[in-house]
């Protein structure tokens, strides 16, 4: 085995670790997004909250995400479901803001129906290396709003 490889190796490993406790908001990175949208056939459409409540935040630490859920009116059963409309992270604030609007559902070749529907939905957004500060999530059906930190402040 080289010993150079695996000094430095090693001094590279360390050097990484000693960052990490020096994290900042520059350090957080938006890294994916994701909504996905349940009707009210789905066993986890009950355990959101009321299509009059505010969305619900609550922070993964461990996997470094924000989960956020609700439920809000959408349009049409068989043409409209939850969908994500924004996920933009500022740096400079060190603030998520999600919005959750209705968009369309695939061609299901149906024609859409008159009556109005309310899916829930869990949108899931990952960042790199740490939480923001704070997250800002709003429903655009009724205009929800609801901040939230990590730390329940």
Known sequence: MNRRT?????GGLLTTAGCLGQLTPESATLESQEL??????DAFYDETPGVRDPPKISFVEAETQVHVTG????????????????ASYNRQTDTLHLTVGSGDKENT??????????????????????LPQTVVAIEEDGGTKTTAHPSGQ
Do not use: W
């Open 71 to 86: 439920k809000l009116y959408v349009g049409s059963s068989t043409c409209n479901k939850a969908a994500l409309k924004e």
């Open 6 to 10: 695996l000094l430095g190796g090693l």
């Open 36 to 41: 996905t949208s349940f009707d009210p056939e």
């Open 109 to 130: 070749g149906n024609y859409c129906t008159e009556d109005e529907s309310v899916d829930a939905y869990r949108a899931v957004i990952t960042f790199r290396n740490q």
